[in-house]
């Protein structure tokens, strides 16, 4: 059975930087592909960083702009956030998602985590 929890989320001044973890079970991350996403109130949910398991490839929402990265650990079949630089913006409650056949978007995963709150407040 495919299982998402997430971790690491929490309160940060503007400018700090957290790390999200998304600790994986009933899969391997090398035949999944593997998306952060967030969803603030009032808004739709939107992807932040996927790693496509086809080909590798990252897709980076316009926002990330180099402060947020993705990562894998794949002894601990884990996936990692970085977030450097946060601003209020990103206050929203960030999830981890999985699909074989996962992209950009959102309606493209089966799979998902009970999520993780991130405030950006002063």
């Known amino acids: 059975q495919v299982q998402l929890v997430e971790s690491g989320g929490g309160l940060v001044q503007p400018g700090g930087s957290l790390r999200l973890s998304c600790a994986a079970s009933?899969?391997?991350?090398?035949?999944?592909?593997i998306g952060w996403f967030r969803q603030a109130p009032g808004k739709e949910r939107e992807g932040v960083l996927c790693?496509?398991?086809?080909?590798?490839?990252?897709y980076s929402a316009d926002f990330v702009k180099g402060r947020f990265t993705i990562s894998t650990d794949n002894a601990k079949n884990t996936v990692y956030l970085q977030m450097n630089g946060l601003k209020p913006e990103d206050t929203a409650i960030y999830y981890c998602?999985?699909?074989?056949?996962?992209?950009?978007?959102?309606?493209?995963?089966?799979?998902w985590g009970q999520g993780t709150q991130v405030t950006v407040s002063s």
């Open positions: 790693i496509n398991s086809k080909d590798g490839g990252v």
């Open positions: 009933g899969f391997t991350l090398d035949d999944y592909s």
């Open positions: 998602a999985a699909d074989p056949f996962g992209g950009a978007y959102a309606t493209q995963y089966n799979y």
